[in-house]
């Protein structure tokens, strides 16, 4: 069982940065791949980023590619999401989850554990 609490988001303006972070429970946390997805308003749930067991491979939608990073520390159970640039569209709340698998998918289905998400809102 792993839970997953993310943390950092709020109201922010354009251009500006910000840093997500999700803290997982658990003496596995390093077994698992961790994405992020986010749900802007009124639409699905869309992927963001994956990271390897390691941290060694990351992956990101082209949406957010060259402005967004994630990166993880297995020694303190977090993963994070620096987000740079940021502009009106990236709007939405973030959720954190995990898979038991180094294997990255856009695919909310295949993942075992999810936060409760943490709002992001860019204003122009």
């Known amino acids: 069982q792993v839970q997953l609490v993310e943390s950092g988001g709020g109201l922010v303006q354009a251009g500006d940065s910000l840093r997500l972070s999700c803290a997982a429970s658990?003496?596995?946390?390093?077994?698992?791949?961790m994405g992020w997805f986010r749900q802007p308003p009124g639409k699905e749930r869309e992927f963001v980023t994956f990271?390897?067991?390691?941290?060694?491979?990351?992956y990101y939608a082209d949406s957010v590619k060259g402005r967004f990073t994630i990166s993880r520390d297995n020694a303190k159970n977090t993963v994070y999401l620096q987000m740079n640039s940021l502009k009106p569209e990236d709007t939405a709340v973030y959720y954190c989850?995990?898979?038991?698998?180094?294997?990255?998918?856009?695919?909310?289905?295949?993942?075992?554990?999810w936060g409760q998400g943490t709002q992001v809102t860019v204003s122009s």
């Open positions: 658990g003496r596995t946390f390093s077994s698992y791949g």
């Open positions: 989850a995990a898979r038991k698998s180094a294997i990255p998918s856009t695919v909310p289905a295949v993942y075992d554990y």
């Open positions: 990271i390897s067991w390691s941290g060694s491979n990351a």
